[in-house]
């Protein structure tokens, strides 16, 4: 038969299977999936592949799906091929999303149980060349770019989709041909749903005016997809060689560089980002893209923008930051030093170690940046470890004059979400010791001192 050639066809150009492939079908019991299932049957020993079937149970219609599901169970023995199913639950009920994603989602973690189950390689899904000419006209009429311009994926993720290039009509020709029964989702009639109405009112009128409108909106999901593709490596090789890589949950990628993308490139970018921080982009539209287009080729060197499930993308000076929002800010701390010794500082996790000398040579005093040496002539216990506050001042080491402690982080480009993370060592609150930074500079050691204090942050052991 000639739909036969044509999934044949399909199949090899995108590489869908391999001989010994153990295949889960999905099996709805509607025209799409049955038809599937009969012509995978007919070519499995052609293609030297095994089936299972499995079916979803969404219980959105209790006795509609008790009788779909007994019809896919009876047609799987007939065709003497292994059954798996299950019913809608927890998964379904709870969660993010409106209930088609989260039925969306149920049905995919039961494919991918089946697929570990049976040791499968891949998962055949029924959808159409009407199924992909009514997606891509859908995420057209939403906005979207090339990535949703290219529709439905043939193959992806050891999903295959034989029948992405057969017509509807084509389907139910063949299973008038072969006698074969199906059930009919009176649901796919209710004009309610968007794509419902897409598919029943909007796509026939457009046939008017372009009669093989279906077989132009395929077409044009894989020139679309051909383009995304290329535009996808080219931002992936540009992320391999300018992202600092993943550190403490974050990304970073350099402004400059970035600025220098062109426009369609930079797109790409970030979309490739959000969605290596986040797992998808579902909720990420263009306004996201833009806002953070803003605050890349803005004039502030620090600005933040807030995406859907907790992504948050930070303009730090000369870096963008892509990072997901979690409860671990750091709260006040303030710590009593009451002499020389070692001090934990639960609040972030380290030790303050105190150690006092008659004098030191300064010559040996190695810099480092969680030492430092500070004139003990000039200090009476206590000392106090705290974190930042506002309206701290100092005499930074090494400038002249007081200095509000938040300029003095601008001029260092220390991030304001990192300032409160930095401890203070305070002497009559006054901050002697910007810790791993910079020392005041009145108590810095000199050839006069005869006491010296050595202060090291060290990790907690």
């Known amino acids: 038969?000639?739909?036969?050639?044509?999934?044949?066809?399909?199949?090899?150009?995108?590489?869908?299977?391999?001989?010994?492939?153990?295949?889960?079908?999905?099996?709805?019991?509607?025209?799409?999936?049955?038809?599937?299932?009969?012509?995978?049957?007919?070519?499995?020993?052609?293609?030297?592949?095994?089936?299972?079937?499995?079916?979803?149970?969404?219980?959105?219609?209790?006795?509609?799906?008790?009788?779909?599901?007994?019809?896919?169970?009876?047609?799987?023995?007939?065709?003497?091929?292994?059954?798996?199913?299950?019913?809608?639950?927890?998964?379904?009920?709870?969660?993010?999303?409106s209930l088609e994603e989260r039925a969306r989602r149920a049905r995919y973690h039961f494919l991918e149980q089946v697929m570990q189950k049976h040791a499968a390689q891949?998962?055949?899904?029924?959808?159409?060349?009407?199924?992909?000419?009514?997606?891509?006209?859908?995420?057209?009429?939403?906005?979207?770019?090339?990535?949703?311009?290219?529709?439905?994926?043939?193959?992806?993720?050891g999903i295959i989709r034989p029948l992405i290039e057969i017509r509807r009509e084509e389907i139910e020709r063949y299973l008038?041909?072969?006698?074969?029964?199906?059930?009919?989702?009176?649901?796919?009639?209710?004009?309610?749903?968007?794509?419902?109405?897409?598919r029943l009112k909007l796509i026939p009128e457009l046939k008017g005016y372009q009669p093989k409108i279906v077989e132009i909106l395929g077409q044009m999901s894989h020139i679309m997809r051909a383009d995304d593709a290329r535009l996808a490596k080219e931002a992936e090789s540009w992320i391999r060689q300018e992202a600092g890589g993943e550190t403490c949950g974050e990304t970073r990628i350099p402004i400059p560089a970035f600025r220098r993308l062109p426009e369609a490139l930079k797109c790409r970018v970030l979309r490739h980002l959000l969605k290596e921080t986040t797992g998808s982009l579902r909720r990420i539209g263009l306004r996201h893209i833009d806002a953070i287009l803003q605050i890349a080729s803005g004039d502030k060197?620090?600005?933040?923008?807030?995406?859907?499930?907790?992504?948050?993308?930070?303009?730090?000076?000369?870096?963008?930051?892509?990072?997901?929002?979690?409860?671990?800010?750091?709260?006040?701390?303030?710590?009593?030093?009451?002499?020389?010794?070692?001090?934990?500082?639960?609040?972030?996790?380290?030790?303050?170690?105190?150690?006092?000398?008659?004098?030191?040579?300064?010559?040996?005093?190695?810099?480092?940046?969680?030492?430092a040496f500070l004139n003990a002539d000039r200090l009476v216990y206590p000392l106090w470890i705290r974190n930042f506050r506002p309206g701290d001042r100092f005499v930074p080491l090494g400038m002249t004059g007081h200095r509000k402690l938040k300029d003095f982080f601008i001029d260092i480009k220390i991030p304001s979400e990192t300032r409160r993370s930095i401890p203070l060592l305070i002497y009559k609150d006054t901050p002697i010791w910007v810790c791993g930074f910079r020392i005041d500079a009145r108590f810095r050691v000199t050839a006069r001192t005869k006491r010296t204090l050595k202060v090291a942050l060290v990790d907690i052991c």
């Open 176 to 198: 008038e041909i072969r006698n074969l029964k199906y059930v009919t989702d009176a649901s796919n009639f209710d004009t309610q749903h968007f794509r419902n109405r897409l």
């Open 301 to 371: 060197p620090q600005a933040q923008v807030n995406l859907p499930k907790g992504v948050i993308v930070k303009r730090v000076y000369k870096e963008l930051v892509f990072t997901v929002h979690t409860d671990s800010e750091v709260k006040d701390f303030c710590y009593k030093i009451t002499g020389p010794g070692r001090f934990q500082l639960q609040a972030i996790g380290c030790c303050l170690v105190l150690e006092e000398f008659e004098s030191v040579c300064l010559s040996k005093m190695a810099p480092s940046p969680g030492v």
């Open 1 to 97: 038969m000639k739909i036969l050639s044509k999934v044949r066809e399909t199949i090899f150009k995108y590489e869908m299977l391999r001989g010994g492939d153990r295949v889960i079908v999905a099996v709805s019991g509607g025209p799409d999936s049955v038809g599937l299932l009969d012509m995978l049957c007919q070519i499995r020993c052609e293609f030297e592949i095994q089936l299972v079937v499995a079916h979803f149970d969404h219980g959105f219609r209790p006795d509609v799906d008790e009788f779909e599901t007994q019809f896919t169970r009876s047609l799987a023995a007939s065709l003497n091929i292994p059954f798996e199913v299950e019913k809608a639950g927890i998964r379904l009920r709870t969660g993010g999303g």
């Open 122 to 157: 891949k998962i055949a899904m029924g959808h159409n060349l009407n199924d992909q000419a009514e997606t891509v006209l859908m995420r057209f009429l939403r906005g979207s770019g090339t990535s949703g311009l290219s529709g439905i994926p043939p193959c992806r993720d």
